[in-house]
């Protein structure tokens, strides 16, 4: 009798014992992010990319990177295989403002939150956009060049990618500052590229006899248009956009006039950030700017 007692009374210490214990909460899910990014070919979105990463290994969330290789096409493909992988939210840097409707709208279908970043979509539903403001930036290179050749000065205006929000928006600032201050003599697309921008501004230099000045749509093409002038012994002012490292440096150099800086870093971390929140289920604001600042020596 008193073994089957002590028994009975061990068993209930085991089971009493169990109660009191608590679990361990079971870790929350961060979440699992797609970053889709026009080019890693290009500084500027290389540092974006870095941006996100960082504060995705900051806030514990897997994050998936894929590029795009300024191929709306392939940009496609990345999405859809974004979608196979069942991610929660889609960051992503569009090729063109038009042609990534279809990836916007592949993941819209699917129910998966979309985010641009930098550059915007002209079709299917984004949560929000975040970018500089970029009428503002082109404003503010054309008013420091305004401000630096005089209202008689002669400018060439290098676009980027035709589409992109990117190009138009900045296109849009610059000539608002432009109008009655300074005649713009020529305007031509060199793809946010350094090779175009150099042989781009090669042919200009050789049809157009007075240039007192540039503005690049990004630091790329400006650098290729700083190389066609050194070359052709002219002596003309360039300002670029983005503040790349190399851009920067030109600056300091004295070869670069100025850049307006974006903060691509930012612009990555804060699409992360932002992700973040919709997967908790928070709302965002249709635009989140990123500040914007003039570069000069």
Known sequence: MKKIITLITVLLMVVLTGCGEKKAPEA?????????????????????KEGAEAKANEMGMEIIILDSQNDPAKELANVEDLVVKGVDVILINPTDSDAVARAVMAANNSKIPVITLDRGANGGDVVTHIASDNVAGGKMAGEFIVEKIGK???????????????????????????????????????????????????????????????????????????????????????????????AVN????????????????????????????????????????????LVTK
């Open 28 to 48: 929350e899910s961060t979440g699992r992010v797609g970053l889709v990014v026009s080019t890693l070919n290009n500084p500027f979105f290389v540092t974006l």
């Open 152 to 246: 008689d000065g002669k400018v060439v205006e290098l676009q980027g990618i035709p589409g992109t929000t990117a190009a138009r928006d900045r296109g849009k600032g610059f000539n608002e500052a432009a109008a009655n201050n300074i005649t713009v003599v020529a305007q031509q697309a060199a793809d946010f590229d350094r090779t175009k921008g150099l042989d781009v501004m090669e042919n200009i230099l050789q049809a157009v006899p007075e240039i007192d000045a540039v503005f690049a749509h990004n630091d790329e093409m400006a650098l290729g248009a700083l190389k066609a002038i050194e070359g052709s012994g002219r002596d003309i002012l360039v300002v670029g956009f983005d503040a790349t490292d190399d």
């Open 250 to 293: 030109a600056v300091e150099a004295g070869t670069l006039a100025a850049t307006v800086a974006q903060q691509p870093s930012m612009i990555g971390a804060m699409g992360v950030e932002t992700a973040s929140k919709v997967i908790n289920g928070e709302t965002a604001p249709e635009f989140i700017p990123v500040e914007l600042k």
